[in-house]
């Protein structure tokens, strides 16, 4: 027997819930972004054991669960002496998680840059890092933004999982309300046309970029063969 119907009441505690998960989402992005940039130079770097060592960040995030790292997080800071924060556990791993994500997504971007393009900068006497800053990142940013964006849709679904460590974001929301109301189809069909919505545009958007940079890049490619021609 239910304590309360689902209503608008509730709908409401949903919606102010659904704030938090953005606001975890915007976290992980930013901070993963940052990160996976840094890994993706270090990935590319001339210095093999940092390649040796940024390689080694990727494979574990990307070939153990998150949901163990989250614990990991979690329940290891009180190893550290600190109490453990939900927040600050789920930023963490959201951002270091996403971090090896971003870095391999950018890293591709980057290595499709023509070698040209290096060996040009090089013969003007720009270094390593002057050379990805000013040429190489400028011309890959147009590769990355599409698998960036549709990455971004696994962060917003992903977050779900900071439930289990008593995050108040949207699925932990849900199980307060099913927990009260006891119409679980209800609640969570709810939920999922929430998560949906905020999906769905990314999805889009994504998609967009993708056809809007493939057919630039044809045309960019056809130019020397139009002139060439002519």
């Not at 590769?143 to 992903?158: A, D, E, N, Y």
Request: hydrophobic share 55%; charged share 10%.
């Amino acid at each position: 027997m239910s304590l309360r119907d689902f209503g608008p009441n509730e709908l409401m505690f949903l919606l102010l819930a659904t704030r938090w998960t953005i606001l975890l989402a915007l976290i992980a992005f930013a901070g993963g972004g940052l990160i996976g940039l840094v890994v993706a130079a270090i990935r590319v770097a001339p210095a093999r054991p940092l390649r040796w060592l940024a390689a080694g960040y990727i494979q574990f995030f990307m070939g153990t669960p998150i949901l163990i790292q989250l614990f990991m997080a979690y329940y290891g800071s009180s190893f550290l002496g600190y109490r453990p924060d939900p927040w600050a556990a789920a930023a963490v791993t959201f951002s270091l998680n996403g971090g090896a994500f971003f870095g391999e997504i950018f890293r591709g971007a980057i290595e499709a840059i023509p070698k040209g393009q290096w060996e040009a900068a090089t013969a003007l006497g720009f270094r390593f890092v002057r050379t990805l800053r000013l040429v190489v990142i400028p011309q890959a940013i147009r590769l990355m933004l599409p698998p960036t964006v549709g990455f971004m849709v696994q962060i917003v679904k992903t977050t779900s999982i900071a439930s289990l460590i008593g995050l108040t974001e949207l699925a932990r929301a849900a199980t307060q309300v099913n927990t009260v109301t006891f119409q679980p189809v209800l609640v969570f069909g709810t939920v999922s046309i929430i998560y949906f919505a905020l999906c769905w545009p990314l999805s889009l958007y994504a998609s967009y970029l993708e056809r809007r940079f493939a057919t630039g890049m044809t045309r960019k490619a056809e130019t020397p063969l139009v002139m060439s021609a002519a």
